[in-house]
């Protein structure tokens, strides 16, 4: 939209308040008044949509075009995906927002993490971020297709990948003790934290590559690995040990963050199944293709049998006809792996389709270079930022926690002060993603 081209102050104001302000807002001031804040989104959105006319495309003049590389024509066998993007970019918004926010009274109860059964929109964001980590992770694979290089050296740059999270880990672990901040034993447990999850899956990650082999799903792997962990919870006393043991020693200490991580596991191989469907260029499907013969080949028909293959495994493990079983994040088990894997998929059919309406285009690019101004019209520049440095940020905002929860009484102050507080927080946050994004900066840990 012309709105945003050129992308000025006001451009990224709108931006900023469309993607970061709604989703604060939504969160905690009008969070019992959903409708209201949806319609005073949508009708703004709808009027410019209706008004708005497409700015001309520029061509470029033949010269350019015949002088132009057979490598800078060709178009990439895995594209940038806008909607993959987008999504990330919005779930890192809302994860960023809500680990602050939940400090404060504004922001629901019923959004925080549950203790021990049920589901909440912060025990969402923990699982989200899993899945959509093993979406892009995939991509190395498909890129090494049938070349794929042996485990050990795999597993030697999986490792490489692991230890910036994992000392990352180590320092929230002695900054949390060393300053004796408040923590909830019973998330990952007395030493573990969300880094030391998100290090370790990358090696685990490339040890099932090897089993791919055997099961060429990485959905499958996924399912069996979570029902397998879900047999021990219930079959043996694996279940009652991390809800209720005592904490005598290092193991017991940290008995949630260890096992659980075999939930986050699944979850993030589950992500990469969605992602081996999403991530490459879809082939050309004939006009009188039949309907089953679209939803097998087009990428929106892979999307959205997968989001209703996890959603009725959901629906069997958790209804009254099937298992009866609750979901627990604290665990991480088999209804958990399935609320998540559920959810996310059917988030990412849905930015697909929205993309699919606004850009129809999007994809019909002639060189490489056309395709890429496509696609970063199509992508908003805070998500877009947001996902670019998406750990890096995500550790920012970490930071940005911590200091407030130790400058400010967070728990006693009134709306007004919280919402002060919360808007200048995650406007210093975007700033971090954007500026990075200015000066062309991707930290990768």
């Known amino acids: 939209m012309r709105l945003f081209t050129p992308y000025t102050p006001p451009a990224f104001l709108v931006d900023f308040l469309l993607n970061c302000g709604a989703t604060l807002f939504a969160t905690t001031t009008y969070s019992s008044f959903p409708w209201i804040l949806n319609l005073l989104l949508l009708l703004p959105a709808i009027t410019l949509y209706v008004l708005d006319k497409p700015a001309l495309a520029k061509h470029s003049s033949p010269t350019a075009k015949t002088s132009k590389s057979e490598k800078d024509t060709k178009l990439d066998a895995l594209p940038v995906k ?37 589901t909440s929109l912060m025990d969402m964001g923990v699982g989200s971020f899993v899945f959509t980590a093993g979406v892009v992770s995939v991509r190395a694979s498909l890129k090494e297709g049938a070349g794929r290089q042996p485990l050990s050296r795999r597993l030697i740059a999986s490792f490489r990948h692991a ?190 389709a929205i993309e699919s309406f606004l850009f129809p285009n999007l994809y019909k690019a002639t060189t490489k270079d056309e395709e890429s101004r496509r696609s970063r019209d199509a992508t908003s520049t805070v998500l877009y930022a947001y996902n670019r440095n998406g750990l890096a940020v995500f550790l920012v905002a970490n930071l940005l926690t911590g200091l407030v929860n130790m400058t400010f009484p967070t728990l006693h102050m009134t709306v007004l002060q919280s919402m002060g507080i919360l808007v200048a927080y995650i406007a210093t946050v975007t700033a971090v993603a954007v500026g990075l994004d200015m000066y062309n900066l991707t930290i990768k840990l």
């Open 82 to 118: 806008p909607f993959i993007t987008n999504y990330r970019g919005a779930m890192m918004v809302i994860t960023c927002v809500a680990i602050l926010a939940v400090d404060f009274r504004v922001f629901p109860r019923r959004f925080a993490k549950v203790e021990n059964w049920g």
């Open 163 to 352: 230890l910036p999270l994992l000392l990352l880990g180590t320092l929230r672990l002695i900054s949390v003790k060393g300053l004796d901040y408040a923590e909830h034993v019973t998330e990952y447990g007395v030493h573990w934290n969300f880094f030391f999850t998100l290090g370790f899956l990358p090696p685990f990650a490339a040890l099932f590559q090897t089993a791919f082999d055997l099961v060429p799903s990485y959905a499958v792997l996924s399912f069996l690995l979570a029902a397998v962990y879900e047999i021990a919870l219930d079959w043996t006393s694996l279940g009652s040990f991390i809800l209720v043991a005592p904490r005598t020693n290092l193991f017991s200490q940290n008995r949630e963050g260890i096992f659980s991580f075999f939930g986050y596991l699944a979850i993030f191989l589950a992500g990469q199944s969605l992602g081996a469907s999403a991530l490459p260029r879809q082939k050309p499907i004939a006009k009188n293709a039949s309907i089953q013969t679209k939803l097998q080949q087009s990428t929106f028909g892979k999307l959205i049998m997968t989001s209703v293959f996890w959603t009725a495994l959901f629906y069997l493990s958790t209804s009254y006809y099937g298992l009866r079983l609750p979901v627990s994040r604290r665990l991480a088990n088999l209804p958990y792996f399935l609320w998540v894997s559920s959810f996310n998929s059917y988030q990412i059919t849905i930015c697909y």
